[in-house]
């Protein structure tokens, strides 16, 4: 699959909405859009657009990606394989495109979706809820996730998304746990979700063991040391 490090990455400058509220404001005071959103679109190509993505992403996951066909999933959505063609190139630029949707909306919710996901709830409630979406997403997604973060070395961490997954999880710590480093922190508890570790993890677990597990990560990393009693001697 393709390297998704074009124009998501932070590395390039582009501005990146605070994880912890509403959507970065620009110097003009207005809000910017969540990192890697669309450019604005007619009505009629985006209901396409989500046709093919939702036709694409049934059919990936109930036969695999490498076994779906462009005229398969033209069929599916009851489009013309030419649109498909236009709009995505080929099957990778589709399964590209698909990830990129699911991780947009999962950074929507985030931004400014209800609590304990969005804005409102305790910063390791936060990052819990998070971690528990985002296994949702990569257990669903596994193939597509595993190929993205394969397409060349070091790929995962030059994924603009996981610049914001890494901003997220460390501004929750910094307000959960001071006494932590919270980059480290972050890409702590950002390890367990690489897809080469998930997909050997599910050989031997199941989802629910693995959302257990990563939530006690989060209670003994987030949760602050007792304030050190001073003697009275």
Do not use: C
Request: glycine fraction near 6%; charge should be positive; avoid cysteine.
């Amino acid at each position: 699959m393709k390297d998704r490090t074009g124009p998501q990455s932070a590395s390039q400058g582009e501005p990146t909405p605070q994880p912890s509220g509403a959507p970065a404001a620009s110097p003009s005071g207005r809000e910017l859009p969540v990192v890697g959103s669309p450019r604005p679109e007619r009505a009629d190509a985006r209901r396409n657009r989500l046709r093919v993505l939702e036709a694409a992403d049934r059919l990936f996951t109930a036969h695999g990606v490498r076994n779906v066909s462009l005229d398969a999933i033209a069929a599916e959505a009851g489009v013309g394989k030419g649109t498909v063609f236009r709009r995505f190139g080929d099957r990778a630029g589709l399964a590209v495109a698909l990830l990129d949707e699911r991780e947009q909306q999962l950074q929507a919710q985030i931004l400014t979706g209800p609590p304990p996901l969005g804005p409102g709830a305790p910063p390791a409630t936060r990052a819990t809820a998070f971690l528990e979406a985002y296994l949702d997403l990569l257990d669903r997604h596994t193939e597509l996730f595993l190929d993205s973060e394969n397409a060349s070395p070091g790929a995962r961490y030059r994924i603009g998304s996981y610049h914001l997954w890494h901003r997220h999880l460390a501004h929750l710590t910094e307000q959960a746990n001071p006494t932590l480093d919270p980059n480290y922190t972050a890409h702590t508890l950002l390890a367990p979700l690489a897809a080469d570790l998930h997909t050997f993890l599910r050989t031997t677990h199941s989802l629910p063991h693995l959302k257990s597990a990563l939530t006690a990560l989060v209670t003994t990393l987030l949760t602050p040391p007792p304030p050190s009693r001073t003697s009275t001697r």
